[in-house]
């Protein structure tokens, strides 16, 4: 579309905004690998473009009476025209929602210290009906597939209620999870950055953590 009306376009941007004195969009987005936050300005082309990384914003709620007409229209296939040939088809793990759509992610790091550890995450998950995420560090020593990483190169989730175990809170992972509703974080280092982003903090050994949690709400099943 921005083609087609011979103006410009940002992709995936993390923020917007507009500069008051000229009316320019202010598009910001990840540049360099996600290195830096660029903010990009396209100040000889109208209109201005933009497409946003999902979860980065609520939608509005729809406003008839704003100014410019609002159309819905449904896309079905015969509109996409791509040069994009479908090779292999990789499912999310049966019964898990991708972490995108997850309404409880409970993310594990490298603070769970080796893969075996990774079960009482599992464990929890499954009693909360929720979808396991993941830091890079442990996508990166393919503890888990990059489906579940959390952050600038990952995915950015809003869930209600996000639970970070072994989780440093490096910028780069709470840009994806930040906008979350509900932060609890469990680390051993009471100074760790990501309890500056928590509603609660639990500060201990996160296996031993989450396997008390998944009991005890297993005991309560079962009574
Ligand atoms: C361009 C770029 C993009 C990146 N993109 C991403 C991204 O998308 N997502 C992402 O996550 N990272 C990303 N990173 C990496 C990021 O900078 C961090 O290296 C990574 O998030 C750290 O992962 P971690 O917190 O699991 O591990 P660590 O930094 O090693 O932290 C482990 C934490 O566990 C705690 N801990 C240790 N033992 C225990 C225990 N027994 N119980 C409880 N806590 C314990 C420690 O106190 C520590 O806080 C990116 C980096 C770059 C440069």
């Known amino acids: 579309l921005a083609a087609l009306l011979k103006t410009g376009l940002t992709a995936d941007c993390t923020g917007l905004d507009i ?16 290195n830096i936050m660029a ?7 109208r209109p201005q473009m933009a497409t946003v990384r999902p979860k980065t914003f609520s939608p509005l709620i729809e406003d008839y009476e704003s100014k410019g007409e ?7 296939q015969d509109l996409v025209q791509t040069g994009a040939k479908l090779i292999e088809f990789h499912p999310i793990g049966e019964g898990q929602k991708g972490v995108q ?16 550890n990774m079960e009482p995450v599992y464990r929890l998950s499954k009693m909360i009906n929720g979808t396991v995420g993941a830091s890079r560090k442990i996508v990166d020593s393919k ?20 639970i970070a175990a072994g989780i440093s809170g490096a910028v780069q992972h709470i840009a994806g999870m930040q906008t979350a509703e509900f932060i609890v974080a469990i680390n051993r ?8 982003f928590a509603d609660i903090g639990l500060v201990g050994d996160a296996v031993e953590i989450l396997t008390e949690l998944a009991e005890s709400l297993e005991s309560e099943v079962k009574r």
């Open 143 to 162: 503890w888990i597939g990059h489906e579940a990483q959390v952050g600038l190169s990952g995915h950015t989730v809003k869930p209600k209620i996000y």
């Open 189 to 196: 280092d009471r100074n760790a950055a990501i309890f500056n």
């Open 19 to 34: 500069e008051e004195e000229t009316g320019n969009l202010l598009q910001t987005r990840p540049a360099i690998g996600g």
């Open 70 to 76: 609002l159309v819905n229209f449904d896309v079905t």
């Open 39 to 45: 903010t990009i300005k396209t100040p000889n082309h």
């Open 101 to 116: 759509d997850a309404e409880v992610i409970i993310a594990g790091g490298m603070g769970l210290r080796k893969v075996e």
